[in-house]
């Protein structure tokens, strides 16, 4: 069953429910605060945001782009406002202006400065940019939607946390067109039995 999309200021339920994030409660009522899709059980109500900029987590794998250079480090971009100090010492190798990496957010800081561990540099591949609240379904159940691209798409793929995903691949093309299938239809129920479909009949 398609999960609801709801704007900011919906109904969602006359329920007296737990509140789960991007919703509010007026006049006993429980409202939506942005454009998304409805998660409900009998007991908890939440909205998941189809958009929006990642908010890092403890433990999250994030890809970071490395936009600038100082003597002691890097700075990088990891689609959100503000950006990661990166320092060499946390490095076996130099970076330069447009290296990947991915790495685990080992703590945030009280002024929101985030401090990364197992840091991995990436070879030179692509970059698909996507909302980050659509990375499950690129993954999958078990890994289920990322075993499928690699497999038709003979693919080396890393999704981060923050929306991006590197990849290297024998057809970009149908990768990427894969890809964009997921993100904009990421609501829609047996996503992966379609884009199995999908795949099986590009690459006959």
Do not use: H
Not at 10 to 30: A, C, R, S, W
Not at 83 to 101: A, D, F, Q, T
Not at 129 to 147: A, E, H
């Amino acid at each position: 069953m398609d999960k609801k999309i709801v704007i900011p200021g919906d109904l969602l339920t006359l329920e007296k429910k737990k509140l789960g994030q991007n919703t509010y409660i007026e006049n006993e009522k429980i409202y939506s605060s942005v454009i998304g899709l409805v998660t409900e059980n009998p007991e908890y109500i939440s909205v998941i945001a189809m958009n929006g900029p990642y908010l890092p987590i403890v433990g999250d794998g994030i890809l970071g782009i490395v936009k600038s250079e100082i003597v002691n480090g890097y700075f990088l971009d990891y689609n959100s406002p503000g950006e990661i100090y990166l320092p060499k010492s946390n490095l076996s190798k130099e970076l330069r202006i447009g290296s990947v990496i991915f790495a685990r957010i080992r703590n945030i800081t009280e002024s929101d400065s985030i401090e990364l561990e197992n840091v991995n540099v990436l070879p030179q591949g692509c970059i698909f940019d996507t909302s980050p609240v659509k990375v499950p379904r690129l993954i999958g159940k078990n890994d289920s939607m990322l075993n499928l691209f690699k497999q038709y798409t003979e693919s080396s793929i890393v999704v981060g946390k923050n929306g991006w995903v590197w990849y290297i691949s024998k057809k970009p093309q149908l990768l990427e067109k894969a890809m964009n299938l997921v993100a904009n239809n990421s609501q829609k129920s047996n996503l992966t039995n379609t884009i199995k479909e999908y795949l099986e009949k590009n690459t006959k």
